[in-house]
């Protein structure tokens, strides 16, 4: 193995600055010169990769990939190359192969680990990531993996603690005070003061990396400019693809005012899907922002004529809250990817309900809330026509189900579970979820409800199978919602199949989505104020196949007409954009 050339240290510099364009220009030149140079032709292939030139990234990292099979440095490259274009098996592959090489290869197990956590093999990450420890004791970032892991398998508790105790030792860690405030979401009875103050922190230590703001803009420079045109609202997300989040994304574009707003979208995500295809044809316009940094991002925003930037993603994957920190916009917001405060000063508003986030609620918000006067959401499926709801035989036992992820499951929602199906006479209890797909996770959650009292032979388990999502509703009759953190997608999802759906009205806008979707639907007679009412709920309408029957008939029709209504969503998201810009327009809230 030779000592990589001049050349590529200085490519890599230029990557880790977010130039990844003029890295690869840089390595072209330089590549023309020394084919068989393996270190350089990787990095190439990973600045392009970055860069979104993804078929001669593949093409170049499977060659150097195969031309090099022992070099630890080129096998690593080529992972995280491939692991952008969106070849996670090769990726996974030349990452296994440079821990062959070298087990000791630091970046090598945390790519490995990283993409394994984007196919849900949580208890894979969880090893690798204590190898990691193991040779840099305390590292943020493996530390993280092995909270992820932990969060991911329904310990969240566990993992909050192993973070904490990490935060001891490095308190003004970013990527720390990241993961507790997130962590913090799947935790039950945390206090919410708590839980603000986790999120401010991050925000705080989030402002100070991301350094000085951009200039302060007049505050009528896009009215002065543009008259009394559309206000132009960027959507910045890492899931413009096939993603829960184009199911509500994708109402609301559809039934935008061009003439009031005018939407543009930007991009931080490399992966590509005919779901991002089509959203990609109801924005005025397309921005990919992964292969540029923070400052380059927020530039590029500003020069787009941006009036208000929302980001979609909060504290979750694919999130930019940087760009949000230089304060890109003269006006912005945190919108339905994240169940929480952003904790950042510079972003003015948050998108809510008054059910989600009822009186008293602000305080535990860096932003300002924006209350919409109907759910803060619209369901509309996206993608393939979805299957039609199936009558289920009315003498059949009763089938309980959730396909919720299973970081969502918590030990309180495991053991409230367990008592709905025990207090139902030959019920089941049907899970799905893609981490199941894996033997250690399927025995570790018979393992769990065994403990809570809930027998195998009750309990199916099942990881993403090969028919339509949707149609696998069809072999369930009540679905049950977890907490503190409910589902959003999975509720309107079984509700759009004809399922009814319980759940426990909580204390966190995470634990009170169910809560909103059910009572803008109009029917808050699933909603449980407490878990006696839950298992009580739950049991009746298993032990009422006729009002089951009823509601499967109508429940399309149903959420069509409230909280599927792309229509009067539309206007009222309007009305809401219209009212903050037009403040900001008269010296208000920014």
């Known amino acids: 193995m030779s000592r990589p050339a001049p050349v590529v240290l200085q490519a890599q510099s230029l990557i880790a600055s977010g130039r990844a364009r003029e890295a690869a220009a840089l390595l072209d030149r330089h590549a023309r010169l020394r084919p068989r140079d393996g270190h350089a032709g990787a990095l190439l292939g990973l600045a392009l990769a970055i860069a979104g030139d993804h078929e001669r990234a593949g093409f170049l990292a499977r060659r150097a990939a195969q031309e090099h099979p022992q070099d630890p440095t080129v096998q690593s490259l080529c992972g995280s190359a491939l692991g952008v274009v969106g070849d996670a098996g090769r990726a996974i592959a030349a990452y296994r192969a440079a821990l062959t090489a070298e087990p000791t290869r630091l970046e090598a197990l945390e790519g490995l680990a990283t993409l394994l956590v984007m196919q849900q093999r949580h208890h894979e990450v969880g090893e690798l990531a204590r190898r990691g420890l193991a040779l840099t004791p305390s590292d943020a970032v493996f530390t993280g993996l092995l909270a992820s892991s932990l969060s991911a398998t329904g310990r969240a508790r566990e993992s909050l603690r192993l973070i904490e105790s990490a935060l001891a030792r490095a308190p003004e860690d970013r990527d720390l005070l990241y993961a507790r405030a997130a962590t913090m979401n799947y935790v039950p009875d945390l206090d919410p003061t708590a839980i603000a103050e986790a999120h401010r922190r991050f925000g705080r230590a989030e402002t100070l990396a991301a350094g000085e703001p951009l200039s302060p803009l007049p505050p009528r420079r896009a009215s002065d400019a543009r008259g009394a045109g559309a206000i132009r609202v960027g959507f910045m997300s890492g899931d413009l693809r096939s993603h829960s989040c184009a199911?509500?994304?994708?109402?609301?574009?559809?039934?935008?005012?061009?003439?009031?707003?005018?939407?543009?979208?930007?991009?931080?995500?490399?992966?590509?899907?005919?779901?991002?295809?089509?959203?990609?044809?109801?924005?005025?316009?397309?921005?990919?922002?992964?292969?540029?940094?923070?400052?380059?991002?927020?530039?590029?925003?500003?020069?787009?004529?941006?009036?208000?930037?929302?980001?979609?993603?909060?504290?979750?994957?694919?999130?930019?809250?940087?760009?949000?920190?230089?304060?890109?916009?003269?006006?912005?917001?945190?919108?339905?990817?994240?169940?929480?405060?952003?904790?950042?000063?510079?972003?003015?508003?948050?998108?809510?309900?008054?059910?989600?986030?009822?009186?008293?609620?602000?305080?535990?918000?860096?932003?300002?809330?924006?209350?919409?006067?109907?759910?803060?959401?619209?369901?509309?499926?996206?993608?393939?026509?979805?299957?039609?709801?199936?009558?289920?035989?009315?003498?059949?036992?009763?089938?309980?189900?959730?396909?919720?992820?299973?970081?969502?499951?918590?030990?309180?929602?495991?053991?409230?579970?367990?008592?709905?199906?025990?207090?139902?006479?030959?019920?089941?209890?049907?899970?799905?979820?893609?981490?199941?797909?894996?033997?250690?996770?399927?025995?570790?959650?018979?393992?769990?409800?065994?403990?809570?009292?809930?027998?195998?032979?009750?309990?199916?388990?099942?990881?993403?199978?090969?028919?339509?999502?949707?149609?696998?509703?069809?072999?369930?009759?009540?679905?049950?919602?977890?907490?503190?953190?409910?589902?959003?997608?999975?509720?309107?999802?079984?509700?759009?199949?004809?399922?009814?759906?319980?759940?426990?009205?909580?204390?966190?806008?995470?634990?009170?989505?169910?809560?909103?979707?059910?009572?803008?639907?109009?029917?808050?007679?699933?909603?449980?104020?407490?878990?006696?009412?839950?298992?009580?709920?739950?049991?009746?309408?298993?032990?009422?196949?006729?009002?089951?029957?009823?509601?499967?008939?109508?429940?399309?029709?149903?959420?069509?007409?409230?909280?599927?209504?792309?229509?009067?969503?539309?206007?009222?998201?309007?009305?809401?954009?219209?009212?903050?810009?037009?403040?900001?327009?008269?010296?208000?809230?920014?």
């Open 247 to 590: 199911h509500f994304l994708g109402p609301l574009l559809r039934h935008l005012d061009r003439s009031t707003i005018e939407p543009l979208a930007f991009s931080t995500n490399a992966r590509r899907d005919a779901i991002t295809d089509e959203l990609r044809g109801l924005f005025a316009s397309w921005d990919d922002l992964h292969a540029l940094g923070d400052r380059a991002a927020a530039e590029l925003i500003r020069a787009r004529g941006t009036d208000v930037l929302i980001d979609l993603s909060g504290l979750s994957a694919g999130e930019r809250l940087g760009v949000m920190a230089l304060r890109a916009a003269p006006v912005q917001a945190t919108y339905l990817g994240y169940p929480n405060t952003t904790g950042l000063e510079s972003v003015g508003w948050r998108i809510v309900d008054a059910v989600t986030d009822p009186d008293g609620f602000e305080r535990r918000c860096a932003e300002r809330l924006l209350r919409l006067g109907r759910c803060f959401v619209c369901f509309g499926p996206i993608g393939p026509k979805p299957p039609e709801p199936a009558p289920r035989p009315a003498d059949a036992p009763v089938v309980f189900a959730s396909f919720n992820v299973l970081s969502k499951l918590s030990e309180e929602t495991v053991e409230l579970w367990a008592r709905v199906v025990n207090a139902a006479p030959r019920s089941s209890l049907l899970l799905k979820a893609a981490a199941l797909a894996h033997d250690e996770a399927r025995r570790e959650m018979q393992e769990r409800f065994a403990i809570a009292g809930l027998s195998a032979e009750r309990l199916t388990l099942l990881g993403w199978v090969d028919e339509d999502p949707l149609r696998t509703y069809q072999r369930a009759d009540v679905a049950l919602d977890p907490f503190p953190y409910n589902g959003t997608t999975t509720t309107c999802e079984a509700l759009w199949m004809g399922l009814p759906v319980v759940t426990l009205a909580g204390g966190t806008h995470a634990g009170r989505v169910g809560a909103s979707l059910l009572t803008h639907l109009g029917k808050t007679e699933w909603v449980a104020p407490d878990p006696a009412s839950y298992v009580r709920i739950a049991v009746g309408l298993a032990n009422d196949p006729a009002a089951r029957a009823a509601w499967r008939g109508r429940a399309r029709e149903a959420v069509r007409a409230t909280i599927g209504n792309g229509e009067a969503f539309a206007r009222e998201f309007e009305r809401a954009i219209t009212s903050v810009w037009s403040d900001y327009l008269k010296g208000g809230v920014a």
